[in-house]
C-alpha cells in the first residue's frame, strides 16, 4: 500500500511542478473617496493546473480579518469582481486575494488555496470635498 502512495505522490508532484498560477490585480493603487463608501475590486487568475477543479474556486479580497467573496465578471472566465465597502475615515486599504479551490488527488479530492501578494489602495479626497 505504501509504494502505491509513493507512486501517486510522486505523480502527483510531477504535475504540480509543471503548474504556473498568476494572480494580476486590476485595482488602481489610488481611487477617488466614493459617497457609497464602496470599491471596486478586480483580478484576474489563471492557472493551468490540469487537476484544480474550476467549478470550485471561490476567490475572495481579505481586508484585515475580513473576507469579501467575489464574483466572476460578466463574459470572462477568469476575472473576478467585488465591492468592497470602507469605512469614511480610512484613507489606506491593505488586501490580498485569496483563491480556495479543490483538486483531483488520488485517492480523494483535497482543498487548497493561492494568497496573491499584498496590495495597498490609497483613497484621496477630491478636491470640492474641502480635505
Known amino acids: ?9 510522486v505523480g502527483l508532484s510531477l504535475v504540480l511542478a509543471g503548474c504556473s498560477t498568476t494572480v494580476t ?4 493603487s489610488r481611487q477617488e473617496r466614493a459617497a457609497s463608501g464602496l470599491y471596486p475590486f478586480e483580478v484576474v487568475f489563471d492557472s493551468n493546473q490540469q487537476s484544480m477543479r ?7 479580497v481579505l481586508v484585515g480579518s475580513e473576507s469579501f ?3 466572476r465578471a460578466p463574459m470572462l472566465k477568469n476575472r473576478w469582481e467585488t465591492l468592497v465597502p ?4 480610512k484613507a ?26 499584498s496590495y495597498q489602495l490609497q483613497i484621496v479626497d477630491t478636491l470640492g470635498n474641502g480635505n
Open 1 to 9: 500500500m505504501n509504494f502505491f502512495r509513493l507512486i501517486a505522490f
Open 25 to 28: 490585480n486590476l485595482t488602481p
Open 54 to 60: 474550476k467549478e470550485t474556486l471561490k476567490p475572495s
Open 69 to 71: 467573496p467575489m464574483k
Open 86 to 89: 470602507v469605512p469614511a475615515d
Open 92 to 117: 489606506i486599504v491593505n488586501y490580498r486575494y485569496k483563491f480556495d479551490f479543490d483538486y483531483n488527488s488520488v485517492p480523494q479530492r483535497r482543498s487548497s488555496s493561492v494568497l496573491s501578494s
